[in-house]
């Protein structure tokens, strides 16, 4: 399997006639190959097809990680990656996934008992979508391909647009196009007689507690997982990372780093920083540069690559990912820096950058429900400890520390009264421009955002969030950079779920198993900050040669139905107009620019959608 590959593959499923679901006819020069399944045909289109003529195959794109350990499982001796794959499900039937390690996305079909298998890893960076008509199933591994060959375009799926707005979509199988869905990282589809079934096989939240003997122990163990995720993801050739000032990226980096000094080779290393001088502000630092300098200066091979923010239109940026994701980008800000850094690492003729973007659900997981977790798992000594240190270091209140404690069991109406004048209290229309009907009409509550989940569940939904793979598979095929996340590798995530809670936050110190891990290998500033650092901190200098566009974009959504029923257009054109004294005075920037953008986001996303523009020729929109 070529791991550097941007070509994708889809195909069809369908009852075993001359002709597609479309009612055109197959050829090999479109489909590639064509097989005989049970009762049903399957088409494959778009690659070179691996064992045509056997009767089971499979078409695979990706990388294994274990392949000399999955070698030795199965006695297969020097097989490929393809027949050791069929040999894997050969033993171990549908659920051969589980025993596989790697970034990889696949179909398999089997003559023999008429079953069509498709899966990818845990990671999501090679996503699958799928589609049910009439009697056959679509599926492609670029949503842009699928809809493309439906034989009618879908409508947008308004209740997954409720929740996109609403910030609940984690861990979620739909898309934006009603019956269109993705495979959530970790799933198998198979399908038989007709059937779909949908098959979990990897289940993160069976994770075993690990108990070590101290702290210590816990960091070095994180510190070895995180070591094997990095080496598996180095290329035989030049590497890049993204590097900030925080503590995932710079540990991926470090990391990184000294693996490829071994092996006398270097280390790109991007790090995004503002072209304008923005003041810092409470609880965050606006230029990542000099933190992200200290920690390049610690390995001599680390080559330190300053990127400024702003080349790029942020709606150019909505277009163009837009267009190929069909999707609305999440975060409209750092696209234009994302975006810059890897068309430097491809002007240096990379074609992998590493990432710790999903760390702080795993490697650097700050232990906010670590109060009611211990509470709830009757470990009451280790509660009064840890709720001791956080009001004698950190100047946490009594009162806030029950509130925190209790909250799982506080019934929703008194947890609003409670919360009625609480400063941090959030509600939905704080943090969104989702139209309060449109809200309502979806089960949006517009009340306050509370999370009753324990310190697992809410990161397991976030590690098995899709929409992240499937924007890093956009940016390898818009760029050839493919960008790859050690902090979400399968034994990585596996160990911090396993970590009992309190050494996430020992002594009161959030993110502390990291930065005990990191010991010595990242500079003490960087390691023991507590601040956050703000990416694309001027943005609102840069947009400000793009307001034009905004207000004319503005004009344009207020006319699409669609658009007009799901924002909130009025509160939209009247933030568009704020001062910063207004901005400061409603959340500050913190919040007013993610909520606006976002809206922005979406709202042309749906009228492109209306007006035909979203589906026109890539080569248009790049």
Same mark, same amino acid.
């Given at each position: ?25 197959l ?13 049903y ?7 070179e ?18 392949k ?5 499982? +199965? ?12 040999s ?10 589980? &025993? ?12 023999t ?16 979508f ?59 589809m ?9 098959? $979990? ?10 108990? =070590? ?14 070591? @094997? ?44 920083v ?12 606006? $230029? ?10 610690m390995?001599p ?33 750092? #696209? ?6 890897? =068309? @430097? ?19 650097? #997981? ?46 929703l ?47 397991? @939904? ?38 009992p809670?309190e050494? &996430? ?6 993110r ?12 003490e ?43 909130? +257009? ?6 568009m ?46």
């Amino acid at each position: 399997m070529d791991k550097t590959s941007v070509s994708s593959f889809h195909g069809y499923i369908f009852p075993y006639v001359e002709y597609s679901p479309s009612g055109k006819k197959l050829k090999k020069s479109h489909c590639g190959h064509l097989y005989k399944v049970g009762d049903y045909h399957l088409a494959i289109c778009g690659r070179e097809i691996h064992s045509p003529v056997k009767p089971i195959g499979i078409q695979v794109e990706g990388r294994l990680f274990n392949k000399e350990r999955l070698s030795a499982l +199965l006695d297969a001796g020097t097989l490929d990656e393809t027949e050791l794959l069929i040999s894997a499900y050969r033993k171990w039937g549908i659920s051969f996934p589980r &025993y596989i390690e790697g970034d990889f996305a696949f179909v398999l079909w089997d003559c023999t008992v008429g079953r069509v298998i498709i899966g990818c890893g845990t990671e999501g960076n090679l996503p699958f979508f799928y589609t049910q008509h009439a009697k056959s199933l679509y599926f492609a591994r670029e949503l842009r391909s699928l809809l493309i060959e439906m034989p009618t375009l879908p409508r947008i799926n308004e209740n997954y647009l409720a929740q996109w707005l609403s910030i609940t979509f984690a861990g979620s199988k739909s898309t934006f196009f009603e019956n269109v869905f993705r495979l959530v990282p970790g799933t198998v589809m198979v399908y038989e007689q007709g059937r779909i079934t949908l098959n $979990d096989y990897w289940q993160p939240e069976n994770t075993p507690m690990l108990y =070590l003997k101290d702290s210590r122990e816990y960091a070095d163990g994180l510190r070895e997982v995180l070591t @094997q995720a990095v080496s598996l993801r180095l290329p035989g050739h030049s590497v890049g990372s993204m590097l900030s000032g925080g503590l995932d990226s710079s540990s991926v980096t470090s990391i990184a780093a000294e693996l490829l000094q071994k092996e006398n080779r270097r280390l790109y290393a991007f790090t995004a920083v503002p072209q304008y001088p923005v003041n810092d502000f409470s609880g965050r630092f606006c $230029d990542e540069g000099p933190a992200a300098a200290s920690v390049a200066a610690m390995r001599p091979n680390i080559d330190h690559v300053l990127v400024r923010h702003g080349k790029h239109s942020v709606f150019s940026m909505m277009d163009m990912f837009g267009a190929r994701q069909l999707e609305p980008i999440f975060n409209p800000s750092n #696209y234009d820096w994302i975006y810059e850094i890897s =068309l @430097q690492a491809q002007h240096r003729e990379l074609d992998t950058i590493l990432t710790g973007t999903s760390g702080n659900i795993s490697i650097s #997981y700050d232990g906010r429900f670590a109060l009611p977790t211990l509470a709830s798992s009757g470990r009451f000594g280790a509660l009064l400890k840890l709720a001791s240190t956080m009001h004698s270091k950190n100047g946490n209140s009594w009162s806030g520390i029950a509130y925190t404690t209790l909250s799982p069991w506080i019934p929703l109406g008194i947890d609003r009264f409670i919360n009625k004048n609480r400063q941090n209290n959030v509600h939905l229309l704080e943090y969104s421009l989702i139209n309060p009907e449109f809200a309502a009409r979806h089960n949006m509550e517009a009340t306050p955002f509370k999370i009753k989940n324990d310190f697992r569940t809410k990161r397991i @939904q976030h590690l098995r969030r899709s929409e992240i793979g499937a924007a890093n598979d956009i940016f390898r095929k818009i760029t050839g950079i493919q960008r790859l996340d050690p902090t979400t590798d399968r034994r990585v995530a596996e160990y911090c779920l396993s970590v009992p809670i309190e050494h &996430y936050i020992e002594r009161g110190v959030p993110r502390s198993l990291i930065r005990n891990a990191m010991l010595g290998r990242l500079p003490e500033q960087v390691r023991t900050e507590r601040r956050k650092g703000l990416q694309a901190a001027d943005f609102a200098l840069h947009f400000e040669k793009e307001r034009n566009e905004a207000l004319m974009e503005l004009a344009r959504m207020k006319k699409v139905d669609i658009v007009a029923k799901t924002l909130d +257009l009025e509160k939209m054109e009247q933030m568009m107009h704020w001062s910063e004294e207004q901005i400061t005075a409603h959340g500050g920037r913190l919040g007013y620019w993610p909520k606006l953008m976002r809206a922005f986001s979406v709202g042309r996303f749906l009228r492109r959608f209306e007006d035909g523009t979203l589906f026109k020729p890539l080569e248009t929109q790049n």
